[in-house]
């Protein structure tokens, strides 16, 4: 408890350093934010969005970006994604309006000390790195240095900005958000089941997800990269591992849409793959010189093996199964601490957050903006150093504190209609040293929020035996849209007695 007491004290002390360091001095360097895969408007020749307005129109669009599509005309980024668009297993992502505007809290102005990279995200890493570094030219010179936020995918921008372009010389400090180093599961999860119903449905069907996604040199570049990721399984139980960048699975497997496997189509697919494939070096280790953080979430079940059934082979979720690891709902915890033996999270620091809002959990927060007003970079805490909440609870007569390691908000559906139903599970995880552990002894609270307005869920718990076992509490909760209107709608589970305050969110689309 002591230990407890001088950390949180510490943290106490680093902010309010912080603070008076923004106040004081301002960010040792000009920044500049980097966001993930689709976190960039796409925009038409014309000047319309297809990319970015609204989660329906973004739907409705997707089969305008397939990037072998010539007839479709010339695509240019226009902007970032300032609304929260919600695609399943692809990537979640939210609204950067929100770290921005954090950001400018803290004095950082656009276009004098921040400054804000949208791109093409369906293009390969290494052709939008070009356009990086004519962007930074063009912003800050030929040698200003700066330094770097970047969110996902725009980890892969920010490391091969610095080796392929020799842009270390001018980069000071880099801070990644959730970066998937050694690639991604949900990559293959969009492959085997799409975004759901609702939206499979909008986009044009699976196929039509398949076959636009594939044409996405990024995507393959998110494919997981570490051992024994993917495998076949035998009949006989056995598991015979498999390189997802071998062009030669994907068409033998019948992984690939039928105008894919032959002819043009497949060469450049297998160029893709190839180049894909030669990353792996890079993004799995640091830039000499330069500063650099990792923030990494550990508290959500993330994908992470993939096996297909021998002979039954092509993408479905009959045929694809995937098991999980610890991680931030889509990049597992040693993808984004950048540990290619899948052992140690030392020099990663923890969020509590989910991959769209890492950078809204309150300690990445503080600590983003301590890493942006101070010189030096922390690169000495593992990332269960700090982060962890402690309930307070009723147990066996006494009073319990019980440290929560595990949070997860799994909505039934992504999409949603107005005035309808909606039911999401909740799941706590609490650490195996938990005193008194039994079903009965604590509840969150679980609302739908939007905008202002709250609609507070009905919580019932559901735990079993085995759940107790493994100091798990789970609970169904179900609720009304009523009130509600069409766009973004968060799942909000709040948690009374934690310490510190803790506040977890999913999202959900409701559509007319």
Not at 266 to 285: C, D, H, K, M
Request: with cysteine.
């Amino acid at each position: 408890m002591g230990k407890l007491i001088l950390c949180f004290c510490a943290v106490v002390i680093m902010m309010a350093s912080g603070r008076a360091m923004a106040a004081n001095d301002g960010p040792t360097h000009p920044v500049v934010l980097i966001p993930g895969i689709l976190g960039s408007k796409l925009c038409s020749s014309s000047g319309a969005v297809l990319w970015g307005a609204s989660a329906r129109e973004s739907l409705s669009n997707f089969h305008l970006l397939d990037l072998t599509d010539k007839a479709s005309g010339t695509v240019t980024a226009c902007g970032i994604v300032d609304r929260i668009q919600v695609l399943g297993p692809l990537y979640s992502i939210g609204a950067y309006s929100s770290l921005i505007d954090a950001m400018r809290d803290w004095g950082l102005v656009e276009g004098q000390n921040l400054f804000i990279f949208d791109y093409d995200w369906r293009k390969s890493n290494l052709e939008n790195v070009i356009t990086f570094e004519q962007f930074v030219i063009s912003k800050l010179g030929p040698d200003k240095k700066f330094n770097i936020v970047a969110h996902s995918m725009g980890g892969y921008i920010a490391r091969l900005y610095m080796d392929r372009q020799k842009g270390s010389h001018r980069v000071n400090k880099v801070v990644y958000l959730g970066t998937p180093f050694l690639g991604s599961m949900n990559t293959l999860g969009t492959m085997s089941e799409g975004w759901g119903t609702l939206p499979n449905w909008l986009a044009g069907g699976v196929d039509t997800i398949r076959h636009v996604a594939l044409s996405f040199p990024s995507l393959l570049e998110l494919l997981p990269r570490y051992d024994e990721c993917c495998s076949f399984k035998k009949s006989n139980g056995q598991y015979i591992p498999i390189n997802v960048f071998d062009p030669q699975v994907w068409k033998a497997n019948d992984w690939l849409p039928a105008d894919m496997r032959d002819g043009p189509r497949f060469v450049e697919f297998a160029s893709n793959l190839e180049r894909a494939s030669q990353l792996t070096s890079t993004l799995s280790s640091s830039t000499p010189g330069v500063l650099e953080v990792r923030f990494a979430s550990d508290s959500r079940g993330t994908r992470f093996i993939f096996a297909a059934k021998e002979g039954h082979t092509s993408p479905s979720h009959e045929n694809w199964y995937f098991s999980f690891e610890r991680g931030d709902t889509t990049v597992p915890v040693w993808s984004a601490a950048r540990d290619p033996g899948l052992k140690t999270l030392a020099g990663a620091l923890q969020s509590f957050g989910e991959h769209s809002t890492l950078f809204d959990d309150d300690w990445v927060r503080s600590e983003l903006k301590r890493e942006l007003f101070t010189a030096a970079a922390v690169l000495d805490r593992p990332i269960a150093g700090k982060g962890y909440p402690t309930i307070e609870t009723m147990a066996g007569g006494q009073r319990r504190e019980w440290s929560l390691e595990r949070l997860e908000i799994t909505p039934a559906e992504t999409y949603v209609t107005v005035d309808s139903p909606i039911e999401t599970v909740v799941g706590l995880k609490f650490s195996g040293n938990a005193r008194d552990f039994g079903s009965g002894t604590y509840a969150p609270r679980v609302l739908l929020r939007q905008d202002s307005v709250t609609v507070p869920m009905d919580v019932i718990e559901t735990t079993n035996e085995s759940d107790k076992g493994n100091h798990v509490l789970n609970f169904k909760c179900a609720g009304e849209t009523r009130g509600l209107h069409e766009g973004v709608v968060e799942v909000v589970v709040q948690l009374p007695s934690a310490q510190p305050a803790t506040e977890s969110k999913e999202f959900v689309v409701l559509l007319q």
